[in-house]
């Protein structure tokens, strides 16, 4: 797969803690195999101090965290595991999950939904904070500049969240600058409940989309390597749905041999800006 690819040196840039692993993790399991160097970057990986949001703080409540322990720390330490597990090597930035965010008018970025263990996050444009889209953009560049890819794989952002899309248009810009091809990945497991499209920014576009199987042991692995986020896994596994299996269901859609694997969108370029 990654050497059909040019992909001697993987670099995928994660929005958050776990993000890359739920989406791609096969296929970094599956480029370490194949005798790539993997590295994956997660951008929104910062600890903040209190006051939290209500929604962090519940948030904190569900990942069965104590008011004091440090959430952030916590699950740093679950994505080296499973990273590790992977055989990629990690890099966390210092920025903060929109959880712990406000808004420019001092309000909450995350509310929480009556009922529900999800979140709403309110909508900004990805530059909606020139400062630190600008900051985010900066530091992508310094990890491409040390690990050197020969492809960038990040996320799709169909969802919307604002996390997702500064760190996928952040990414674009710093690859086009560097003449660095990149992929998209689909966001699992947003995809499989509310599909949409990713909208990228002006002159940029998605190729056509690429399911790509990958051996049994790399599904083996990615899978593994998912239980060791028990904070997420709380939140998307359990008796009454089975994440594992709708990750099967859902490969399973798209594979003409019906073996595990995940889809990716080449980006184009464009000229014209357009």
Known sequence: MTHDLGADRLLAISPHLDDAVLSFGA????AERDGAKVTVHTVFAGSATPPFSPAAERLHSIWGLSPDQDASLRRREEDIAALGHLGAEYR??????A??????????????VPGRQKLAIGPQSPQG????????????????????????????????????????DA????????DIPVRLWEDLPHAMFAPGAAELPAGFGLGV?????V??????????????YPTQMSMLHGPEK???????????KSSPQGAYGETTWPVIAREDNG
């Open 92 to 97: 966390h930035s210092r920025f903060l999950d």
């Open 129 to 168: 904070d020139p400062e630190l889209f600008a900051a985010v953009k900066a530091e992508i560049a310094s990890i491409v500049g040390e690990c050197d890819p020969t492809l960038i794989v990040t996320c799709a952002a169909a969802s919307g969240h604002v996390d997702n899309e500064i760190t996928r």
């Open 215 to 228: 051996e049994p042991a790399a599904r083996t692995r990615k899978f593994e390597a998912m239980r060791l």
């Open 27 to 30: 296929g970094l399991a599956q």
């Open 99 to 112: 959880i712990y965010r406000k808004s420019p008018d001092g309000r909450w970025l995350a509310d929480n």
């Open 171 to 178: 990414t674009l810009l710093v690859a086009r600058e560097k």
């Open 242 to 252: 089975d994440l594992f299996a709708q990750l099967e269901g859902h490969a399973r």
């Open 209 to 213: 989309p690429d399911f790509v199987s």
